[in-house]
């Protein structure tokens, strides 16, 4: 098993600009989720999905979008990139909401 | 006030000590999750627990649900341990709030 895998490692973005982070699992997991990670602070959760179909929000959505269409894979997508979403991202998947967290290796983001 | 605290945010030992990172939390939960970060950055889970008491091998993670703290112990540390520690938790909503982490340097 790949595990979770993320797409790309590191970008770079100016602002106003498009883009979406690839994030895939191979472990059937129903829970996914994405998080930030900024200098000083825990990791915050932007948005999570508990199946295919089926999204919700977290602690801080705004800029950010995402769709499950399938199990594997949960896109997120940031529709104009602002200097203040420089940052890690992280996504994780679980087999429940409540299960162990398997995380991918995180994608570093800066928008200039 | 953050809804996980986590104390010490830094922490420096010698190699062989024993290890005891702090976690607060102030909302009820469902579980208690326990994540290492190493210096490269990635993240794996260590522990889960929703009571009592967990171990793997050097490892030791504990929760008082009543005083809503949790407790990981690192027994004869090693260089090897030096990350950063993450306590998380888990409310009703499926959502997960994570700690600051606690930096752990481990010198030989």
């Known amino acids: 098993n790949a595990g979770v895998t993320q797409t790309p490692k590191f970008q770079v973005l100016k602002t106003g600009q498009s883009m979406t982070l690839q994030c895939a699992q191979d472990?059937?997991?129903?829970?996914m989720s994405w998080y930030r990670q900024d200098p000083g602070m825990g990791l915050r959760l932007i948005h999570y999905s508990v199946g295919a179909g089926i999204t919700d929000q977290g602690e801080v959505p705004n800029g950010y979008n995402v769709s499950r269409s399938t199990t594997e894979d949960f896109p997120l997508r940031l529709l104009s990139a602002a200097p203040s979403q420089t940052s890690v991202y992280f996504c994780?998947?679980?087999?429940?909401?409540?299960?162990?967290?398997?995380f991918g290796p995180g994608t570093r983001l800066t928008v200039t | 006030k953050n809804e996980v605290e986590q104390s010490p945010q830094n922490l420096t030992a010698q190699e062989g000590e024993f290890i005891t990172i702090n976690c607060s939390y102030s909302v009820g939960i469902s579980a208690l999750h326990w994540l290492q970060q190493h210096p490269g950055g990635g993240i794996v889970s260590l522990f889960m627990l929703s009571s009592g008491k967990k171990k793997h091998g050097r490892l030791i993670a504990t929760i008082n649900i009543q005083e809503k703290h949790s407790s990981l112990h690192i027994t004869a540390s090693h260089p090897r341990d030096s990350a950063v520690y993450i306590c998380?938790?888990?409310?009703?909503?499926?959502?997960?709030?994570f700690g600051a982490g606690t930096r752990l340097t481990v010198k030989p």
């Open positions: 994780a998947s679980s087999y429940g909401g409540g299960g162990e967290q398997y």
């Open positions: 998380a938790v888990e409310g009703g909503s499926d959502d997960m709030r």
């Open positions: 472990m059937n997991h129903e829970y």
